[in-house]
């Protein structure tokens, strides 16, 4: 199946994307082409778009994710950009999402599907159990009540184990701590 295409007639419309944040000077000589009713200004161009706004993640019916530059705060106004290409579909039944952790910031994110490399096996959810094992998978890396009747030798190797079989397969949190109660 081809990947829908995206222009400024629909990029806003049930999508997926992995904004990356800018400095404002990138846009400085560029003219503001379309302002959201939320305030969010965008300007066109033919490779993509510029997206001005205080908000992001779940903006209407889209997924949108920043990628800061620095430690980005909701309500600051940030300049991101996104190629068209960047943009995939989103809806909240569909399995579209797989999770990816960086095991040495420790940060745990979704992807898109159709971003995943050729060789790599990814478990795919939908929006709801995608948020859902996120929340699950933090909570294995930040807390430690999760663990207390847990058998293990090392914690920070339970809470890799764990947050991984989680990542890797479609069982739950419940399913993947049983084989640590004996």
Request: hydrophobic fraction near 35%; glycine fraction near 2%; aromatic fraction near 14%.
């Given at each position: 199946m081809a990947n829908k295409?995206?222009?400024?007639?629909?990029?806003?419309?049930?999508?997926?994307?992995?904004?990356?944040?800018?400095?404002?000077?990138?846009?400085?000589?560029?003219?503001?082409?379309?302002?959201?009713?939320?305030?969010?200004?965008?300007?066109?161009?033919?490779?993509?778009?510029?997206?001005?706004?205080?908000?992001?993640?779940?903006?209407?019916?889209?997924?949108?994710r920043l990628i800061p530059?620095?430690?980005?705060?909701?309500?600051?106004?940030?300049?991101?950009?996104?190629?068209?290409?960047?943009?995939?579909?989103?809806?909240?039944?569909?399995?579209?999402?797989?999770?990816?952790v960086n095991w040495e910031?420790?940060?745990?994110?979704?992807?898109?599907?159709?971003?995943?490399?050729?060789?790599?096996?990814?478990?795919?959810?939908?929006?709801?159990?995608?948020?859902?094992?996120?929340?699950?998978?933090?909570?294995?890396?930040?807390?430690?009540?999760?663990?207390?009747?847990?058998?293990?030798?090392?914690?920070?190797?339970?809470?890799?184990?764990?947050?991984?079989?989680?990542?890797?397969?479609?069982?739950?949190?419940?399913?993947?701590?049983?084989?640590?109660?004996?």
């Amino acid at each position: 199946m081809a990947n829908k295409t995206y222009t400024k007639l629909n990029f806003h419309s049930h999508t997926f994307c992995i904004w990356k944040e800018v400095p404002f000077a990138e846009i400085k000589d560029l003219k503001i082409n379309y302002t959201s009713q939320s305030g969010s200004q965008y300007i066109f161009t033919a490779e993509g778009l510029y997206r001005i706004s205080n908000h992001w993640g779940r903006v209407a019916n889209c997924h949108w994710r920043l990628i800061p530059l620095t430690e980005f705060k909701n309500q600051n106004i940030t300049v991101a950009f996104a190629h068209w290409t960047d943009f995939y579909s989103n809806d909240d039944t569909s399995k579209l999402f797989f999770i990816k952790v960086n095991w040495e910031t420790t940060e745990v994110n979704f992807y898109h599907k159709n971003t995943a490399e050729a060789n790599e096996k990814v478990v795919l959810r939908n929006a709801k159990e995608t948020a859902k094992t996120i929340r699950t998978i933090k909570e294995v890396l930040t807390q430690e009540d999760w663990a207390k009747y847990l058998k293990y030798e090392d914690l920070d190797t339970l809470r890799k184990e764990i947050a991984n079989e989680l990542v890797t397969t479609s069982k739950t949190f419940l399913e993947v701590k049983k084989k640590y109660l004996s």
